[in-house]
């Protein structure tokens, strides 16, 4: 029979397949000795046996079995060339040990130096980790698999991608490079390389990394994560990051058992305009508390701190300090240079910068010397720029800025309140009514009563049946300012000999010939009140010969006089006006092009202004208004002022320099 005959005719009777290749091969063991190298088959549905040209290939389909020592091979079809090498294609399995298990849609298999490459739905299952690519190289000598087409590797809980890998499945160790990016339920992290210790799910980086974690991201360029304790050390330009902060040092550490983390070697933390530094600053996330340690400073717009150590609390801004004297009374906070306090009696007297903060309010005052009494929250400040005490107040997300020759603070509670301050002081402006008992004016001499002179001028014997420390809700803060007051804001300006602000009703109170500035607007009157309303100026009362002046120029003047009058702002802009009262007007009427056409003259019992771009757009008479316009080459615009015009542009402060 010639050779290839013979051939077919093998190839004939076992694709007959009446038996189970299982069988034969079990057979042929018996008799055969195989070497361990070889690829044997276990099972096939169907074998075809072909030596061709001293060549032996093997075709196997349907529920293929291979093995090659402690390896086994499952796979739809397969061929095997010299016994050694495999070519499977359709639902391919490559089992090693108990733990790894390759999943792909075909496979080459080298049997001599035992390399699968794989190809299309790659998994890798080593325990709970799992490595998902579409071509794998996989050495099972070394255990170690790679790709070079990208690959997601995960345990459930945790995904990393990157373009190239090495895993080291007996190792429980990979290597991932280039865009790299790890996502887990804590984090997500992007990187050039890093390591993996899969077991002990540890990340070491090896290369330029971002990691994100909620609205914090975290730079470096070495270090490790562990993800068990979610404990990391950051190396190499570390930097962490929100949208308002940024701290940097030598090394970044976080715990996360304990929620610290320690900026250790030149550490800079910056916030919303502050910035600190210190050897070692070490946060403790859980209390939301900074402790600077080791040449530490901090440094925001209105201070410098400089000590051994700072302590900082976060959530209630409070700071405590080695060196620079401190005394913090929440929500007050007082630091100086020099500090003489007893704590027995809770009295002291502060010299040296004195800053005296009141964080509930929003309030500061920076001074030379306080005089304070911690048990009532009374401060009696002095002294300072030009022997001037400054108060700086947030409003509107800017700064007031006020300063007189005396500034007190104090707090009153409860029924306290009806000692320290006449009725009138209690009583809030509603609705549009300005008849005096309604609006309750407080004239200059109700308002600096004996009681509060001597409350004020008597700076550490403050009496115990006024004042008590204050406690719960019905507490009211109260500022007292004489003598020569100055106030500042970018879009408020006003001067007066004494002033009262209530935090509660957020009601400033001008006494003593004030003036109050708006824009191109000059506002003046017996009494001033002006109402405060979600941090913005929402209405001023001027009560008894109240006067409003209005040029854009300085060249000619709109006036608006009455008895009483209420200004209503929206967004801190003048758009209405109320008189009452032998209300009597004067204003300039304007054509399209911002060109005089005359003036109008009103005089009436009542009248509502209506402003626009600070400019009146119209005017609603009431009660039998007189009127007359007159062109303006006609006007006669000195006689045309009111009786009181005073326009006061000398003593409006232009900055903040001016409240010296």
Known sequence: MKKNSWIRWCS?????????????????????????????VDYSDIFEYIL????????????????????????????????MDVIATGNVIIQQGDSISVFADSLFYNGADKIADL???????????????????????????????????????????????????????????????????EFELKSDTLQYQTREKVVTFLGPTLITQNDARIFCESGNY??????????????????????????????????????????????????????????DEANDVAYLEGNASYIDEEQNIAADSITYDRANDLYATRGRGVISNPPQILEADLV?????????????????????????????????????????????RNGRPLLISEVEGDSLFMSADTLVSLEIIGAMKEEILPDSTKVEPQGDSLTTD???????????????????????????????????????????AYNNVRLYKSNIQAVCDSLTYNTTDSLFQFFQEPVVWSDTSQFSADTIRMQMANDEIDRIFLNQDAFILNSPDEIYYNQIKGRDMIAYFDSSELRRMRVEG????????????????????TLCSEMLLYFGNNQVKSITFYAQPKGDFIPMRKADHEGLKMDGFNWQAERRPGSREDIY
Not at 232 to 248: C, H, I, K, S
Not at 443 to 461: G, R
Not at 582 to 601: P, T
């Open 226 to 283: 562990f993800l068990g304790t979610s404990t990391a050390v950051f190396r190499g330009n570390a930097q962490y990051r929100t949208e308002e902060t940024l701290a940097e040092a030598d090394v970044i550490r976080y715990e996360g058992d304990s929620k610290t983390v320690y900026l250790d070697g030149n550490a800079v933390f910056e916030e919303d305009g502050k910035t600190a530094k210190a050897d070692l600053i070490r946060y």
């Open 438 to 480: 309604s609006i309750g004016i407080i004239p200059a001499e109700d308002i600096l009563t004996d009681t509060t002179l001597q409350l004020i001028d008597t700076t550490l014997a403050i009496s115990d049946s006024l004042l008590a420390k204050p406690t719960g809700p019905d507490t009211t803060r109260l500022l007292l």
């Open 12 to 40: 004939l009777v076992l694709l007959i397949g009446s038996l189970p290749f299982c069988a034969l091969a079990q057979d042929s063991a018996e008799t055969d000795t195989i070497p361990n190298s070889e690829v044997l």
């Open 119 to 185: 190809y299309g739905n790659v998994v890798l299952v080593n325990g709970n980790n799992k490595l998902f690519t579409e071509t794998l190289n996989y050495d099972l000598n070394t255990k170690t698999a790679t790709y070079h087409d990208g690959a997601l590797l995960t345990d459930d809980t945790t995904q990393l991608r990157s373009k190239h890998g090495y895993y080291f499945v007996g190792e429980d160790m990979a290597f991932f490079k280039d865009s790299v990016v790890v996502v887990d339920p």
């Open 582 to 601: 032998n209300a009597e007007s004067v204003y300039y009427g304007l054509d399209s092009e911002n060109a005089y056409l005359g003036v109008n003259k």
């Open 52 to 83: 061709e040209d001293g060549e032996v290939i093997q075709k196997m389909l349907g529920n293929v079995e291979l093995r090659q020592d402690s390896v086994y091979m499952y796979c739809d079809s397969a061929t095997i060339l010299n016994e």
């Open 340 to 384: 003489d306090y007893d704590k027995t009696t809770g009295l002291g007297i502060a010299t040296g910068n004195v800053i005296w903060r009141d964080t509930s309010a929003a309030l500061t005052i920076i001074c030379n010397q306080a005089n304070y009494d911690e048990s009532s929250n009374y401060l009696k400040a002095t002294g300072g």
